[in-house]
Nanobody
Framework: VQLQASGGGLVQPGGSLGLSCAAS????????MGWYRQAPGNQRELVAT???????NYADSVKGRFTISRDNGKNTVSLHMNSLKPEDTAVYYC???????????????WGQGTQVTVSS
């Protein structure tokens, strides 16, 4: 099982950016999916999560600006970010709680991280 993130890059303050993450491998089912971020010198923090049924949870700092979505058929999760601020600059990681059909065990998997830089 692996997660592959894409998107990210450099954007000006007030701009928009989208991230995508695809899970692949011996996936039986995916429960929760989410995005986290880590800025230099800071701990990794939750950005947004989404359940299989579509219930979402956002960090207060991104509410109203970021939107998380997922496609259960494609095993993907996306994050659309609007009104970006310099303080959103960080490495963004996708995560998914996956039940592996080979091991019959469920655990959290992480993508490789993608850099988002908000700067003029």
């Amino acid at each position: 099982v692996q997660l592959q993130a894409s998107g990210g890059g450099l954007v000006q303050p007030g701009g928009s950016l989208g991230l995508s993450c695809a899970a692949s491998g011996s996936i039986l089912s995916i429960v929760n999916m989410g995005w986290y971020r880590q800025a230099p010198g800071n701990q990794r923090e939750l950005v947004a999560t989404i359940t299989r049924g579509g219930s979402t949870n956002y960090a207060d700092s991104v509410k109203g600006r970021f939107t998380i979505s997922r496609d259960n058929g494609k095993n993907t999760v996306s994050l659309h970010m609007n009104s970006l601020k310099p303080e959103d600059t960080a490495v963004y990681y996708c995560s998914a709680d996956i039940l592996d059909w080979r091991t019959e065990l469920a655990r959290a998997y992480w993508g490789q991280g993608t850099q988002v830089t908000v700067s003029s």
